[in-house]
């Protein structure tokens, strides 16, 4: 069997994957990519946030996002049963990026992915990793081209960017239960005909079910007059409905009245697809010779769209940590690449279960709103879940339950 050799390996050609490579290949970094899919392929997640651009940018990879030419974003909206509130992200606690994209995500990927063999990585679809091997000098992957014979990589470190795929998790053994309750996500693409004046196309749209705190929809537009639309839920309440995916979905979103005011021109045209039991977490985040980037690692929910920011966030703190153990240096993996992402991702989760408690909706939507307070949560919502000059960041949950407390009233 033949063996290749490269400085890093790179399981999954997604945005960490991508953005892990344009980092190291900055650093001079030998970098294969190995992608099991064929690009460009659908997958959710579609609304950016802020503070991702600054990880983007720093892989080298701007120009090529703002001349893909997708809907530019500045915010998120809220509606419930007829409230309605709205973020603009560039009024904000924290300094950084205020504006991003609503994005295709197969389409994205793919110019990031582009990007990053443009930098000089080495970019395989198509090629699935079978088994790993870390008792070696080298860690040892096993690969499956889509024709040929299989072959060996031996990397000086391997990168895990196959998000739901979690590859290394499976191998390894390192997955663990995640302690979010099981929900599931019903969602297509539709031609969305939403009439100019009545939808601001540059902030994604949350709305809450009238009746069940817990039940909540996405509305992500596209540029080209398309956009995402999801629901997600618990598992037994999207059980209770019958018939395909797409009228499960649309007798969901017909259950409420503004939703169903917004798409009902909507041009249904996309198969629908589900995923359920997405929340998932593992033992730990690094081992001798690997990490877990994004997705492969933790993924919480998709109600504030942290995936994409969590994923190039580890990303950046990853090759970091790579420049300077390839200078020599003893990294303490623990310490500088695990502990720093989880902070993030804890504030994110504080967060995510307020909403889905009720506490978190009662502040967004309450009627007198601190200006600062809401340049705080601004601040958050637009991923700057690790600005610790931020109170709401720095003492997260002990100040949401102060403010859950004081908006109950």
Same mark, same amino acid.
């Not at 007798?251 to 917004?262: F, K, Q, Y």
């Not at 390839?326 to 990294?331: C, D, L, M, N, R």
């Given at each position: ?10 399981? /999954? ?43 983007? &940018? ?8 703002? &001349? ?11 509606? $419930?049963?007829?409230? +309605? ?20 995500? /197969? $389409? ?24 790993? %091997?870390?008792? /070696? ?13 299989? +072959? ?48 601001? $196309? ?38 209770? +409905?019958? /018939? ?20 009902? %021109? ?57 420049? $300077?153990?390839?200078?020599? &240096? ?15 991702? %804890? ?63």
């Amino acid at each position: 069997m033949k063996t290749e050799s490269t400085d890093i390996l790179i399981i /999954g050609a997604g945005p960490s994957g991508s953005v892990a490579a344009g980092l190291l290949r900055k650093q001079g970094r030998d970098v294969l990519i190995l992608e099991r899919e064929q690009f460009p392929r659908f997958s959710i997640g579609e609304s950016l946030l802020p503070q991702s651009m600054q990880y983007i &940018e720093e892989a080298g990879f701007l120009q090529d996002v703002v &001349e893909a030419g997708f809907q530019f974003k500045n915010g998120a909206a809220f509606e $419930r049963s007829g409230r +309605y509130t709205d973020f603009d992200f560039r009024d904000k606690f924290s300094p950084g990026w205020g504006t991003t994209y609503q994005v295709e995500r /197969g $389409r994205f990927d793919h110019v990031l992915a582009q990007a990053a063999e443009r930098k000089g990585a080495t970019l395989r679809f198509r090629h699935e990793v079978l088994t790993v %091997d870390f008792s /070696g000098e080298k860690p040892e992957v096993t690969v499956r081209p889509p024709e040929g014979e299989t +072959y060996r990589v031996q990397a000086r470190f391997i990168l895990d960017a196959s998000g739901f795929g979690r590859v290394l998790p499976r191998l390894l053994n390192l997955e663990t239960p995640s302690n979010f309750p099981v929900r599931g996500a019903i969602f297509t693409h539709v031609e969305d005909r939403i009439p100019v004046g009545t939808f601001d $196309r540059n902030k994604i749209r949350v709305t809450t079910h009238p009746e069940h705190v817990h039940v909540w929809y996405w509305t992500i537009p596209f540029s080209g007059g398309r956009c995402s639309l999801g629901v997600v839920a618990k598992k037994e309440y999207l059980e209770q +409905y019958t /018939g395909t995916d797409t009228e499960r979905l649309q007798a969901i979103v017909n259950e409420t009245p503004s939703l169903r005011e917004l798409l009902k %021109d909507a041009v249904w045209d996309t198969p629908t697809r589900k995923l359920t039991g997405y929340a998932a977490n593992v033992k730990s985040l690094w081992g001798p010779g690997f990490a877990l980037l994004g997705n492969a690692g933790e993924f919480l929910d998709p109600v504030f769209s942290s995936g994409v920011t969590i994923a190039v966030k580890s990303a950046s703190l990853a090759a970091a940590c790579i420049a $300077r153990e390839f200078a020599g &240096e003893k990294v303490d993996w623990e310490a500088d690449y695990a502990k720093p992402l989880k902070a993030g991702v %804890d504030t994110f989760r504080t967060f995510v279960e307020s909403w889905y408690e009720g506490g978190f909706q009662n502040i967004i939507f309450h009627p007198n709103p601190s200006p600062d307070v809401r340049k705080m949560i601004s601040a958050i919502l637009a991923g700057y879940a690790w600005d610790k000059n931020n109170p709401y960041v720095a003492d997260s949950k002990r100040r949401l339950r102060v403010l859950e407390e004081l908006c109950a009233v």
